[in-house]
């Protein structure tokens, strides 16, 4: 709430942001489908910085069993919906993006604030911290409602697709 001149409270109204990304945009990007795609769209958008949403329902898969009786999404999967925002932002610029994957190589410095449950709209913030030809380092914060629920740097390698997988010996 903002203080109005006359020094009586007032209401903000919030807006959903409008996606930048919509779902089916995203999906042209990453290799990830349902129930392992954790990015519903991208409202914010730069050479070096992304954010992404994920609206968390109680049809989530994990739910059934990650509580029954206090569903909480875990953490490890809100790292990875920061990683493939952080992915979306990696492969967007890329020309040959189809003939590639962005691998999660290393988490550091990972922390959980609060639980996210269902109905919570997670906002995934990532900014890069260092880039080479191959590799991507990024810092990020998750929120819910302007709260910190996770913060986590990631490091991202890109990897060429196989053309064909390697048989696998019996």
């Known amino acids: 709430m903002h203080k109005a001149p006359c020094g009586r ?13 919509d779902i ?7 290799p990830h489908r ?3 795609l ?25 739910f059934t069993g990650h509580f ?16 493939q925002t952080a992915g979306v932002l990696v492969l967007k610029s890329m020309p040959d993006r189809a003939n590639k994957l962005v691998l999660l190589v290393a988490i550091e410095n990972a922390r959980f604030r609060r ?27 998750a929120t819910v409602d302007g709260q910190v629920v996770a913060e986590a740097e990631v490091m991202c390698k890109l990897a060429d697709k196989e053309e064909k997988a390697a048989p696998v010996p019996v």
Do not use: Q
């Not at 009786?69 to 990683?83: C, R, T």
């Not at 880039?131 to 914060?141: E, F, H, I, P």
């Open 34 to 36: 349902y129930p392992f």
């Open 38 to 62: 954790l990015v519903d769209r991208i409202v914010e958008l730069e050479p070096e910085r992304i954010v992404g949403i994920k609206n968390v329902t109680l049809g989530e898969p994990y």
């Open 68 to 83: 029954p009786d206090f569903p909480v999404m875990p953490g490890v999967l809100i790292i990875e919906a920061m990683a």
């Open 115 to 141: 639980p996210v449950v269902p109905g919570d709209t997670l906002r995934m913030e990532m900014k890069v911290i260092k880039r080479k030809a191959s590799v991507a380092k990024m810092a990020g914060v």
């Open 24 to 30: 089916n945009e995203i999906r042209a990007i990453l």
């Open 9 to 21: 409270l007032r209401h903000a109204i919030i807006v959903p942001s409008m996606a930048i990304l």
